[in-house]
């Protein structure tokens, strides 16, 4: 099936914002927008769920505890049991004080980097990727809305486009793919 | 949309649209460097060249070369070593807790304090390094499988908790970094038109989009880093303050360390602050970003950690007399008066009354004043580690070893040079990368622009047409 994106363009965020609720209003599917800065708001309007990183970030934390916990028992108490001014060897539990610090420090070097990494692929950013935002002007004071005719079977191509011109764009661009 | 008292002082001045912000900061990447860049380059790279030869000889001979003796075993290259970490407590700060309490001035620092952060660590983790005596044997501190009869670092030990601490918060700070500036990356990346330039950018900013669900996990990651990285800090502080604490000498063996140098770390970690940034906003002309305003609120939280410093100060003095312990209390009246004194009393004069003098409206709202005094403060700090260490080392429990330290050229030379090789990172970073958070300060222009406060932004009449829906 052929495939046309509608990319819509603006200048000013509430301007995309107040478009992008008026055609969702009207049964339009938005796919994407692209930005110079986070836009507040347009997620739940566009229907961006929210993302489950910070689930991510906690379970890669708590990975890091138990790996600190794992390792730091192997070499402290069974493989080399040491005796450091008096302070007890025998057992993890009754040495745990003196190990929290570094528990805390490389739980939060998983969970920071987990995370981060998680993030970038999700993102699909990563050193060498080929930039994918439709105009370079994206990233410096213009918005872009992306539309797809396949998601919004239900308007015809010229319903689509009409509707999008009744937003206060300033250009737009329609591709065939 | 978020809205700002009108009381409060706009954050961003001048008539400034979003394509001002993005050219105001990229403006000194695209242009040619002025000359003053290259004469500040050029001292920079004397001064870290002559650092390295210092490092080098230091190596080759051994720590003897510095002025060590058999009483003062800890001296400059611990204080130089607490004294970055402290500056690099700034960074992370100002963006982690002051993302957390959503203060949206940080926007005009946290960019160039997080580079300054990263520099700074990497500066402190030499001293350690270098003090080994055997850099190349620098990795023996990882608990890595070796054939020593798997002897593993001693976990009990603050000194180990100090690798994992610096190592950690240096490796968070930098992706913290790094994944704030990715999108200005690609907003370089966008702009630029000089080929090698271009081609660089786009390596650099990872093929950012800008779509809609990518700066919803931006913000998630930007808000769980800072969550992350706020404990971090005061943790990295505390742990080395445990690397005095934790001992038994009389002046170090003090409960009152880690927040004492926690906020004795943030206290510097402003100034140092204020020094670059103050010179930056000139240079780079982003008066409107960086005003007298945001001045005033690090000028604020230098006083508030400065009290505490003295407070800190103080209740040390006042604990050593309480303790009864005569060694404890010899240990702190040494330093106000035994042959150090001028050194307690420097500290005392920058860090304790010096910055009360911000209680005056005037003085912290003068640009010229507030730069003098962080000259200051960060003199006043490095006493304060000098005077931690040293004076509390020089005479033990033996009076015919007692000592006194002098520094030799190496001490002065590894020490200057630190400051050289930060420079010169720094003076890179100021050219090559966006100096102010652009995506970030765009969020912020509608609710905190001058132009958008009284209603004239994007012209006449624009405000009322947009508050209707």
Same mark, same amino acid.
């Given at each position: 099936m052929s495939d046309k994106i509608i990319y819509a363009m603006y200048d000013d965020d509430d301007h995309l914002l107040n478009g992008a609720k008026d055609l969702v209003a009207k049964g339009v599917h938005v796919t994407d927008v692209y930005s110079p800065m986070p836009i507040h708001g347009i997620d739940p309007i566009i229907g961006v769920q929210p993302t489950r990183l910070g689930i991510a970030a906690f379970l890669y934390g708590i990975t890091g505890t138990m790996l600190a916990a794992l390792g730091i028992r192997f070499m402290m108490i069974v493989d080399w049991p040491m005796n450091i001014g008096g302070k007890p060897s025998f057992s993890l539990l009754e040495n745990i004080p003196s190990f929290v610090p570094i528990f805390f420090e490389f739980t939060v070097l998983c969970a920071a980097h987990g995370m981060a990494i998680t993030y970038l692929i999700r993102n699909k950013t990563l050193p060498g990727m080929p930039p994918r935002n439709p105009d370079p002007r994206t990233t410096d004071d213009k918005f872009v809305m992306e539309i797809r005719t396949s998601e919004n079977s239900k308007f015809s191509d010229e319903e689509l486009t009409k509707l999008v011109k009744n937003t206060a764009f300033i250009e737009i661009e329609e591709k065939q793919i | 949309m978020h809205k700002e008292a009108d009381i409060r002082l706009p954050l961003i001045l001048g008539d400034k649209t979003y394509k001002d912000i993005t050219d105001d900061v990229i403006r000194p990447i695209e242009s040619k460097a002025p000359k003053t860049w290259y004469l500040l380059l050029m001292i920079s790279v004397v001064i870290s060249l002559w650092g390295i030869g210092c490092i080098v000889y230091l190596l080759g001979t051994g720590v003897g070369t510095w002025g060590l003796n058999k009483t003062v075993g800890w001296a400059w290259d611990i204080t130089n070593f607490v004294w970055w970490v402290g500056i690099g407590h700034a960074g992370t700060l100002i963006s982690a807790v002051l993302l957390l309490f959503r203060q949206k001035w940080r926007f005009a620092i946290n960019r160039a304090a997080e580079a300054m952060t990263i520099f700074a660590v990497m500066m402190a983790g030499l001293f350690p390094l270098i003090h080994?005596?055997?850099?190349?044997?620098?990795?023996?501190? &990882?608990p890595l499988p070796n054939q &020593?009869?798997?002897?593993?670092?001693? &976990?009990?030990s603050p000194l180990l908790w100090d690798v994992f601490a610096i190592s950690t918060y240096f490796s968070v700070s930098l992706v913290f970094w790094y994944i704030g500036l990715i999108p200005d990356f690609a907003t370089i990346r966008d702009r630029v038109t000089k080929p090698i330039f271009k081609r660089v950018y786009r390596v650099l900013s990872f093929g950012w989009t800008g779509d809609a669900k990518a700066w919803n996990r931006f913000e998630l990651v930007s808000l769980v880093l800072a969550g992350l990285a706020t404990p971090l800090v005061f943790s990295v502080h505390s742990i080395v303050s445990f690397d005095f604490a934790t001992s038994v000498i009389p002046g170090w063996h003090t409960t009152i360390f880690p927040p004492y140098f926690v906020s004795g770390a943030v206290f510097s970690g402003f100034a140092m602050v204020q020094t670059l940034m103050l010179i930056l906003r000139k240079a780079y002309k982003l008066e409107a970003y960086l005003h007298v305003k945001h001045i005033e609120y690090m000028n604020i939280v230098i006083i508030v950690t400065g009290s505490i410093v003295g407070v800190a100060y103080i209740t040390e003095l006042f604990v050593s007399w309480y303790s009864g312990v005569e060694y404890e209390s010899y240990a702190f009246l040494n330093r106000a008066t035994g042959p150090y004194w001028w050194a307690y009393w420097s500290m005392m004069t920058c860090n304790v009354i010096s910055p009360q003098l911000f209680w005056f409206k005037k003085l912290r709202t003068s640009l010229m004043f507030s730069f003098f005094m962080s000259i200051i403060i960060n003199i006043g700090m490095w006493f304060e580690r000098f005077v931690i260490i040293v004076t509390s080392l020089h005479r033990d429990y033996l009076p015919s070893s007692w000592t006194y330290f002098h520094p030799t050229w190496v001490d002065i030379g590894v020490y200057m040079g630190t400051i050289g090789i930060f420079f010169v990172l720094y003076l890179l970073f100021s050219r090559y990368f966006p100096v102010l958070p652009i995506a970030e300060l765009k969020t912020i222009l509608k609710s905190s622009g001058k132009n958008y406060k009284e209603g004239y932004g994007h012209g006449e009449g624009y405000w009322q047409k947009h508050t209707d829906h």
């Open positions: - | 080994m005596g055997r850099l190349w044997l620098g990795y023996w501190v &990882f &020593f009869g798997s002897l593993w670092p001693n &976990f009990n």
